[in-house]
């Protein structure tokens, strides 16, 4: 089983950036894609982006591409979420979550790939 933790979400003014991080512990599969998602309060939780296993592709929903960006370490078991130009839309609990059964360059976009997920980290962008 792998245990996942996000960190790095806070209260920041719109324009700011955030580096979010999350950190895979436990019994990591050998290869896996990981994804970022948020749930904003009273929404249903949306895809962010991903990075997959070879981290060498990313994908981003359309609302953050050009200011979020995806990297891992995978021998440290990390993966980060940059977020730059936040905006107040953009607030949300934000987790991270492993995709084992994704290939090479394949990105899912849909809750149900996913099998781990962190607990949340909450990000607050004021106007």
């Known amino acids: 089983q792998v245990h996942l ?8 003014q719109a324009g700011d950036s955030l580096r979010l991080s999350c950190a895979a512990s436990g ?5 896996y894609a990981m994804g970022w998602f948020r749930q904003a309060t009273g929404k ?3 895809f962010v982006g991903g990075i997959d296993w070879t981290g060498g592709t990313t994908s ?6 050009g ?3 995806i990297s891992r370490d995978y021998s440290e078991h990390m993966v980060y979420l940059q977020m730059n130009s936040l905006k107040p839309e953009d607030t949300a609990v934000y987790y991270c979550a492993t995709d084992p059964q994704a ?6 976009t849909t809750t149900y790939a996913y099998r781990d997920w962190g607990q949340g980290t909450q990000v607050t962008v004021s106007s």
């Open 60 to 65: 981003y929903v359309d609302s953050v591409k």
């Open 27 to 31: 019994r990591p599969p050998e290869r």
């Open 5 to 12: 933790v996000e960190s790095g979400g806070g209260l920041v």
């Open 103 to 108: 290939p090479a360059r394949v990105i899912r």
């Open 67 to 69: 200011r979020f960006s």
């Open 44 to 46: 249903e939780r949306e």
